[in-house]
């Protein structure tokens, strides 16, 4: 499957202040990539699809303002979390679709998750 | 009621236990079946992925699907403190590659 990065893993910031999280696919050309969100002891969220080129589909009640994605290459999607406020503390995961490998196809593979921490 | 029902735990066993973890899901869609474990602070990594009914197996561990009671499960032989971790079971149908997610059962194994 693809390898992953996923940076920073993790970051504290002030209300009000816009944080960026970077998603790279280090193997693989992803024109795909997903944002999951994640609370304590809860299942994954999915918040975003980020594709390549073109707008990011969003999950509804998530606000495309608050969370912006961008996909500006084949290995590269960021999220920006927006004048960010404590509630917007969480674990942010990027993954990507597998390439039909060994692992089967269609797979997720997910980043290293990234906690913010907004004071 | 949930597409994926996934008791959270926690499961505590003594090292060296057979581990069986759970899911059941209401979509008859479903074919495609992942369990991923996932650290403390950590993004899931995927165990174990099958297609359709049957079992699976890769080392200490077996993936079962039952389609027709709409279940699957995981067990893990000779359980290691370094297994624990949460479990996630996923699901997609075919078409599809986002696949729905059970809230993950926190596993602990101790010596």
């Known amino acids: 499957g693809a390898v992953v990065s996923q940076h920073p893993s993790w970051v504290i910031c002030k209300s009000g202040t816009s944080v960026k999280i970077e998603c790279r696919s280090l193997?693989?050309?992803?024109?795909?990539m997903f944002w999951y969100r994640q609370f304590p002891k809860k299942s994954l969220m999915l918040m975003a699809t980020?594709?390549?080129?073109?707008?990011?589909?969003?999950e509804q009640g998530v606000e495309k303002d608050k969370f912006l994605i961008n996909h500006a290459s084949l290995t590269l999607s960021t999220l920006t979390v927006t004048s960010a406020h404590p509630e917007d503390s969480s674990f942010y995961i990027c993954s990507v679709p597998g390439t039909g490998g060994a692992g089967g196809a269609n797979v997720l593979t997910f980043g290293a998750g990234s906690r913010l921490t907004v004071l | 009621q949930k597409e994926v029902e996934q008791d959270p735990g926690p499961l505590s066993v003594p090292e060296g236990a057979i581990v069986s973890l759970n899911c059941t899901y209401s979509n008859s869609a479903f074919q495609y079946f992942m369990w991923y474990r996932q650290y403390s602070r950590k993004g899931p990594e995927l165990l174990m992925y099958t297609y359709s009914s049957g079992n699976k197996e890769d080392g200490r561990f077996t993936a079962q699907v039952d389609k027709s009671s709409k279940y699957i499960s995981l067990f893990i032989r000779d359980s290691q403190p370094s297994d624990s971790a949460t479990y996630l079971c996923?699901?997609?149908?075919?078409?599809?590659?986002?696949?729905?997610f059970g809230r993950g059962t926190s596993l602990i194994v101790h010596p």
């Open positions: 193997d693989f050309q992803a024109t795909t």
């Open positions: 980020s594709n390549e080129g073109s707008k990011a589909t969003y």
């Open positions: 996923a699901m997609f149908s075919g078409g599809s590659y986002i696949p729905t």
